[in-house]
């Protein structure tokens, strides 16, 4: 696991074991423990619980290949896009 920046062992802005802004353990707007819209135990249209209509049952929330690919590689996050594209995804 990734513990620089943005990685999900980060304990600074939005990593993954932040409680500030946008982190993964924050309970603000956009937290991953926000209850509200857009929060990750937000169970309405954006939040990480929703479970609305889909174009894929099994992929409820996951964004269109290509703008997920390229949200990855804006991130700096190429060596996971290239990982994924060899293995089918």
Known sequence: ????????????PGGGLSTGP???????PG??????PGGGL?????G???A??????YHRNWPPRDELLQALREQ???????FLL????
């Open 1 to 12: 696991m990734y513990t620089g920046p943005g990685g999900g062992l980060y304990t600074g």
């Open 22 to 28: 946008g982190g993964g353990l924050s309970t603000g």
């Open 31 to 36: 937290g991953g423990m926000y209850t509200g």
């Open 42 to 46: 937000s169970t309405g249209p954006g």
């Open 48 to 50: 990480g619980l929703y």
């Open 52 to 57: 609305g209509a889909a174009g894929h049952h």
């Open 76 to 82: 700096g996050m190429g060596d996971v896009v290239e």
């Open 86 to 89: 060899r293995h089918g995804f």
